[in-house]
């Protein structure tokens, strides 16, 4: 992976797309220090990750995975409040977190709070997935192609929902996808990466009206097409 | 679900802490019915009259288990022989004392040594005795001197001991050449049949009422007295003062003649050792109830033996497996090592590993456990391991992409994942060390194994099916009540089928 530099700003939603093999989902895991980087910096809130405790840094930053992979033997309350219960939250706090992330999500407590995941649908773990990684409210959440594993009307159903937690939280984030459109939909700006290499970033207006070369226009094209 | 669940705690509860079991006085006995005859005629005694309860623990291997059980207080007494002690256990030479010379000599050393108490003699002396047919007139050893026209058997041991042909030999200079060995129980035959022409055999044998053979006598005292005197404890006697009255009644009670009869009864004629005992000690007015209802059934103390012994060699398994296990999940390297010794351990025959642990940890309960233990380890170590191995890898990346760290992971997501797997581990260690145990009696620890050895030393279908049923009884019933510890911490939400 090479020549890749990039901003996210507070509140902005940034997409990653690329091919498979492009080398999204190893960008996005250096973030939060899954993957270290050989050469670089990458800041977070203005200092340099390498100089937060790796520890600490993960739990400031929320991650959705590509499949829920939420804690089996845990209900469903017990797999929300993980990271608030790392940081020490109080049980009050935690507890009413909760109530806020699930009610947020459409999964009321009373109906949901006590399940254990394999008792929910694709779309239900992912929602709780989500709602895991926002439980301590972070400055930052990263997805991982987190809907990829989903039907058509639940991931269609789930980038609404998205938007909403945009609307309403102003979450920043980064969200990698190989799907065009879910970036164009969900990103305020786009980056595309092919090969390891950064070769265009932009608002997805900016990209469609003047796509840097060949690749980016056939790339656009070929996605819009199916 | 809940009532499984408080089954299942009360079964770990159980695993945890055994149960204890103790009783006033325990008598021990080597394997061969006259010692297990004696030991059943001083626990009557006892019983009859003392308020002391009797523990019998009866068939301990040989000489040294007995007298090692002796030192660790696994027994308080049991009957032993003056020669024996001088040569076996002393290591001493018989240079010709008489047998009073060799009692005061040999309770005085016991008593200096092993804070041991030699009791009363009981009378009689098992001795070393030389046999032929009563045609060839041979009376007393010194007749054997040159006559190398006879056909000498011999017992295999006593052609090779020192205090046996060789020393006799020399002793008595009878110049003959090196005999034939041959087993034990072949010998009267062999000589009734004219095939031999001199034997050797223990002059209170019962079998030897049977034929009519010569006695020949050791008529220059070759052989050391082998009085039966009880070897008694000597902090057991101090706590029971009365314990010495009782004893005391046996003093000379007995003739070789009279040995041989009850050796007999027992022996050939197969008859309960209780009822000898009783028979022999209310003639003699010193017991007069039968007994029988008032001892203690061996079954139930041999089944708490069992199970004490197994539960917590299991149990300390647990303590150092698991750990063993986490350690080798993150240094893979250490892994094939760990995993081969524990597998090495497991393929040593169960009666060599019992072997190995006398001279290194004595005999009784202590050595049991500890070769259990040793069993007991590979399931469980390989099972710990596997099911952490098995943890789904998402999981881990998921918990470090939380920030949690590795130990948290560990604690809070691999091992809750893994523990029906390691239950089942726990469950095969159990199930096989409840088998193995009973092998245990060998070296005087205990358990069911005590009837199952006894039976086959006696030739007794029924007592070894005494403790080979139990045995069963118990493998299955830890295996069914392991199955729902494994089913009551298989955590919830997961589906297995």
Same mark, same amino acid.
């Given at each position: 992976m090479n020549d890749v530099s990039f901003t996210v700003n507070k509140g902005e939603t940034l997409s990653i797309i690329g091919t498979s093999g492009s080398g999204k989902s190893t960008l996005l895991r250096t973030l939060n220090r899954l993957l270290s980087t050989t050469q670089g910096n990458i800041e977070f809130r203005g200092k340099n990750i390498m100089d937060i405790p790796v520890i600490e840094l993960r739990r400031q930053i929320g991650y959705v995975l590509q499949e829920p992979a939420l804690f089996p033997h845990w209900t469903i309350e017990k797999n929300i409040e993980l990271v608030p219960q790392l940081l020490g939250w109080s049980k009050e706090n935690i507890a009413e977190r909760v109530q806020e992330l699930l009610e947020l999500m459409q999964m009321p407590y009373k109906n949901y709070g006590t399940r254990y995941p394999s008792e929910l649908s694709g779309g239900e773990k992912q929602r709780i997935g989500i709602a895991r990684a926002l439980a301590?409210?972070? #400055?930052?959440? *990263?997805? #991982?192609?987190?809907?990829?594993?989903? #039907?058509?009307?639940?991931?269609? #159903? *789930?980038?609404?929902?998205? +938007?909403? *937690?945009?609307?309403? +939280?102003?979450?920043t984030s980064v969200f990698v996808t190989h799907d065009v459109k879910e970036a164009f939909l969900l990103g305020d700006r786009v980056l595309i990466l092919d090969r390891g290499k950064m070769i265009q970033t932009g608002t997805p207006k900016e990209i469609m009206n003047n796509p840097v070369n060949d690749f980016v226009e056939k790339f656009i094209a070929t996605e819009y097409e199916l | 679900m809940n009532y499984k669940r408080s089954l299942s705690l009360l079964f770990l509860f159980m695993m945890f802490f055994g149960f204890s079991w103790s009783q006033d006085i325990s008598i021990g006995s080597k394997t061969h019915p006259e010692s297990l005859l004696l030991g059943e005629i001083m626990a009557q005694t006892i019983e009859q009259n003392t308020d002391l309860t009797v523990t019998r623990r009866f068939g301990l291997g040989g000489t040294l288990i007995c007298f090692e059980a002796l030192k660790t207080g696994e027994i308080d007494l049991y009957i032993e022989y003056t020669g024996t002690v001088l040569t076996a256990i002393l290591k001493e030479k018989y240079e010709g004392q008489s047998p009073q010379e060799i009692y005061d000599y040999i309770s005085k050393e016991v008593n200096r040594k092993f804070e041991f108490i030699a009791g009363k003699s009981l009378g009689f002396s098992n001795s070393y005795v030389l046999i032929s047919e009563k045609k060839l007139n041979l009376n007393e050893i010194s007749d054997l001197q040159g006559r190398t026209d006879l056909n000498l058997g011999f017992s295999n041991e006593f052609v090779k001991r020192e205090d046996g042909f060789q020393g006799l030999n020399k002793f008595y200079n009878l110049q003959l050449s090196a005999p034939r060995g041959m087993e034990h129980g072949l010998a009267y035959k062999a000589l009734q049949e004219g095939q031999i022409d001199v034997t050797d055999a223990y002059s209170t044998d019962g079998r030897l009422a049977e034929y009519d053979f010569q006695l020949i006598q050791d008529n220059k005292g070759f052989f050391p007295d082998y009085s039966a005197f009880p070897l008694i404890k000597k902090s057991t006697i101090e706590k029971h003062p009365e314990l010495s009255d009782a004893l005391n009644q046996l003093e000379n009670i007995l003739t070789a003649e009279k040995m041989q009869e009850l050796n007999h009864r027992y022996e050939i004629d197969k008859e309960d050792i209780s009822s000898i005992a009783f028979d022999f000690l209310s003639e003699q007015g010193i017991v007069s109830e039968k007994p029988g209802i008032t001892t203690s059934n061996p079954i139930i103390r041999q089944t708490l033996e069992h199970i004490q012994l197994t539960f917590i060699a299991t149990f300390l398994a647990i303590l150092l497996a698991v750990p063993l296990a986490i350690f080798i999940t993150y240094k893979k390297k250490t892994a094939s090592w760990i995993l081969s010794i524990t597998g090495v351990i497991q393929t040593i025959p169960s009666l060599a590993l019992l072997g190995f642990m006398i001279p290194l940890f004595g005999i009784g309960f202590t050595p049991a456990l500890i070769a259990l233990f040793l069993y007991a380890l590979l399931p469980i170590v390989r099972n710990t391991y596997t099911g952490l191995l098995s943890t789904d890898p998402i999981l881990i990346e998921a918990g470090q992409a939380m920030g949690m760290t590795q130990k948290q992971i560990l604690l809070k997501v691999r091992l809750p994942l893994a523990m029906d797997m390691i239950m089942a581990g726990v469950r095969t260690a159990l199930t096989i060390n409840i088998g193995t145990a009973t092998l245990a009696a060998f070296i005087g620890a205990g358990g069911l194994g005590e009837s199952i050895i006894t039976g086959i030393t006696l030739n007794d279908n029924d007592m070894i099916l005494r403790g080979a049923i139990p045995a069963a009884i118990l493998a299955l019933a830890a295996d069914q009540g392991m199955a729902l510890v494994e089913k009551a911490v298989r955590p919830k939400g997961v589906n297995k089928d």
């Open positions: 301590a409210k972070p #400055d930052l959440v *990263l997805f #991982d192609e987190p809907f990829s594993a989903l #039907d058509p009307i639940t991931r269609s #159903d *789930l980038q609404q929902e998205i +938007l909403r *937690l945009k609307e309403k +939280l102003k979450m | -």
